[in-house]
């Protein structure tokens, strides 16, 4: 079935084909190889990432070639060297009807999603030899998010981006009968991208610091863009809830598999003698916010709608998300920091790393010299919880309309 200007969705969506084939004028009835292949590759990236923190929690500083880094760039290289083929096949193989449907950058042509794809690898290439730099001159890091850890986060986040722009452009062009099992690979991708977000909060977002204003602040300024956005461009149902669960498992599964692996420090000074890989902290409930979000959508953000009625409907998403958030992460955070919480299944307080020094204050809310959440503190969660959320629809409406 054409589309009403003129230009056949497969057109918009090239799918990678040999040389000289005939471009149909009817939408792809299969998802294109390429596509499963740069969304299973890109979650490498917060697998890798989870890997590597777990690595220097437990052992220290060792050489580039740890097998948690080479997770991280084959998440990025996987998707990148896919793109690079898809752009040269468009480029000198593709028809003139492939060309006019795809982006073209100083004379190469390729679907947006491929170019931001490679400008994420081309980040992560170039901070791999700034972070072996970084450790050989000043050791091991105080901080997750040093300088060339930021330029591998933005290649990280931008190669994540990339793939989900691929995969939401072949969920918008595919014909009907499947558009759920490209919804579902979206809802995939879009959970690696939220998990990357988590990972980067982590300093901000451990269990003893969720009775702070600031906690609530953060995660109302940042989680509720992506659950918007998610619900709002997936064509199928319960988008947000699936993506929350896919992080969910990535978090939850590096907290059961990595203590089963022995390790132990190799670098002073040694505070704490742990003999198995330190896993993450507990994942924060997102699912919880991320299905309501997905009721209030379905029923009143879907499709066209004014902008009037996105800022209305922001209203009682951010609302919702900081009214679900604040008591399950209140009462759930006196669970993880208890001796209740101290088994395989919750791992409470097995993030510590070895470099850290055993004490009360782990079984204590950190605040900072102030007191606990506010009214004040609160009000202002929602706030941005709100504005969070009118920026998610925002993106998640122009996400709808992404063709190529």
Not at 104 to 132: E, K, Q, Y
Not at 169 to 195: H, M, P, Y
Not at 222 to 249: D, E, H
Not at 396 to 401: D, F, I, K, V
Request: glycine share 10%; charged share 15%.
């Amino acid at each position: 079935m054409a589309r009403q200007d003129g230009m056949s969705a497969e057109v918009l969506m090239p799918p990678l084909e040999t040389a000289g084939s005939r471009i149909r004028d009817t939408a792809p009835t299969a998802i294109p190889w390429f596509i499963y292949l740069a969304a299973i590759g890109v979650t490498g990236i917060p697998v890798g990432v989870l890997w590597d923190i777990s690595w220097h929690s437990t052992i220290g500083r060792d050489t580039f070639w740890t097998p948690a880094h080479l997770c991280i760039h084959a998440g990025g290289l996987i998707p990148g060297l896919t793109c690079i083929a898809l752009i040269l096949r468009l480029t000198f193989w593709g028809t003139d009807r492939e060309k006019a449907g795809a982006v073209r950058i100083w004379g190469f042509h390729g679907p947006l999603g491929a170019w931001v794809v490679v400008w994420g690898n081309l980040a992560m290439l170039t901070s791999a030899p700034f972070d072996d730099w970084w450790h050989d001159a000043y050791g091991l890091d105080v901080e997750i998010i040093s300088p060339p850890h930021s330029v591998l986060a933005l290649g990280m986040f931008g190669v994540a981006l990339g793939v989900l722009l691929l995969v939401l452009a072949c969920q918008n062009n595919i014909e009907e009968s499947k558009q759920a099992r490209a919804s579902l690979l979206f809802n995939d991708v879009a959970g690696v991208l939220i998990t990357m977000l988590a990972i980067m909060m982590t300093e901000e977002t451990f269990p003893n610091q969720q009775h702070s204003g600031l906690f609530y602040g953060i995660i109302a300024s940042t989680f509720p863009v992506y659950l918007a956005l998610i619900s709002r461009a997936s064509k199928g149902n319960w988008g947000a809830t699936r993506s929350a669960a896919i992080y969910m498992g990535i978090m939850a599964g590096a907290l059961w598999i990595l203590p089963l692996f022995r390790g132990q420090p190799m670098l002073a000074p040694i505070y704490s003698p742990v003999t198995h890989m330190v896993p993450p902290a507990f994942p924060l409930l997102l699912i919880l916010p991320a299905a309501l979000f997905d009721l209030l959508i379905q029923r009143f953000g879907k499709g066209r709608i004014p902008w009037w009625r996105v800022l209305l409907l922001a209203i009682p998403l951010g609302a919702l998300f900081v009214g679900t958030m604040l008591p399950a992460q209140w009462h759930f955070s006196k669970f993880l920091i208890s001796d209740s919480a101290q088994n395989r299944f919750f791992a409470g307080r097995a993030f510590y790393p070895y470099f850290s020094r055993p004490g009360p204050y782990q079984k204590e809310f950190w605040l900072r010299n102030r007191s606990a959440a506010q009214p004040k503190d609160i009000a202002l969660a929602a706030g941005l919880g709100i504005a969070a959320s009118a920026v998610g629809l925002g993106i998640g409406g122009w996400m709808t309309r992404v063709r190529r």
